[in-house]
């Protein structure tokens, strides 16, 4: 049981806008950014959007995130096939004083 | 470019030790907070263990506390994670990151496998 919660699975067809979500609490999401992190099969992990909606360079603008209360959402607009991926948010918990993963998600083009 | 090659994963008995290395290269090593994360087959990320860029300070998660030690040598740009008292649930693959100014685990490296079994 993950400390942040996102849904097992997600799906999309091409050129669709796929949102998923992390949800927390408020001693991590309510009080710390959120990266989320993208991870191609067989693969290691892939920094996406750090702060909560800042984007690494070579990031596409396709991908957006976002920060309300204890919750935060990852975008994907412009759905491509090579977006097919797992995708984990992840954030420091005051209470835990550590990291914590979301259990992540699989997104699958149909 | 940013590098971090981990090394030392392989096979060991349970209740066994193994040392995992992760040597980095294309940043200021010494300026760089460092992470170990871990991925069980089929399973999602799990934070195992940080270090701030000068050792002061070691964070770890509960299920790898007072068995894993997480450690760094500045001078040979080298990370490394002590394994003790293994369990066949410490079996993952094990990635190392780095912090990246303020962004963490910016850069991973392409991660080492520890199978835990008799």
């Known amino acids: 049981q993950s400390v942040l919660t996102q849904p097992p699975s997600a799906s999309g067809t091409p050129g669709q806008r796929v949102t998923i979500s992390c949800s927390g609490s408020s001693s991590n999401i309510g009080s710390n950014t959120i990266n989320w992190y993208q991870q191609l099969p067989g693969t290691a992990p892939r920094l996406l959007i750090y702060?909560?909606?800042q984007r690494p360079s070579g990031v596409p603008d396709r991908f957006s995130g976002s920060k309300s209360g204890t919750s935060a959402s990852l975008a994907i607009s412009g759905l491509q096939s090579e977006d097919e991926a797992d995708y984990y948010c992840?954030?420091?918990?005051?209470?835990?004083?550590?990291?914590?993963f979301g259990g992540g998600t699989k997104l699958t083009v149909l | 470019q940013v590098q971090l090659v981990e090394s030392g994963g392989g096979v060991v008995q349970p209740g066994g030790s193994l040392r995992l290395s992760c040597t980095a290269s294309?940043?200021?090593?010494?300026?760089?907070?460092l992470h170990w994360v871990r991925q069980a087959p089929g399973k999602g990320l799990e934070w195992v263990a940080f270090i701030r860029y000068d050792g002061s300070d070691k964070y770890y998660a509960e299920s790898v506390k007072g068995r894993f030690t997480i450690s760094r040598d500045n001078s040979k740009n080298t990370l490394y994670l002590q394994m003790n008292s293994l369990r066949a649930e410490d079996t993952a693959v094990y990635y190392c990151?780095?912090?990246?100014?303020?962004?963490?685990?910016?850069?991973w490296g392409q991660g080492t496998l520890v199978t835990v079994s008799s």
């Open positions: 992840a954030a420091w918990d005051d209470r835990l004083n550590g990291w914590v």
């Open positions: 702060s909560n909606n």
């Open positions: 990151a780095n912090n990246f100014g303020v962004v963490d685990f910016h850069y």
């Open positions: 294309g940043f200021t090593f010494s300026n760089s907070g």
